[in-house]
């Protein structure tokens, strides 16, 4: 399973696609101190050649420090 990775300064904002990373970690080294990010993720699951996308987590705020 790999995992989509996405990012808005609102939480109810426009997500933008950051990555897709095969691990539960992700740095994301394009924050600026004093702000609030919203992330959310998405598991895939790859069956052969098909991808399937699983339900969208709910918002994680995180304040960069």
Known sequence: V???VFRSES???TYT?????NTNEY????VETG???YYKVVPV???GSKSYLGK???AAKI???
């Open 27 to 30: 740095t994301d080294k394009a």
């Open 17 to 21: 696609y950051l990555a897709t990373v």
């Open 11 to 13: 939480e109810d904002g």
């Open 63 to 65: 304040k960069v420090k």
């Open 2 to 4: 790999s995992y989509k």
């Open 45 to 47: 699951k790859k069956i």
């Open 56 to 58: 969208k987590s709910a």
């Open 35 to 37: 702000k609030t990010y």
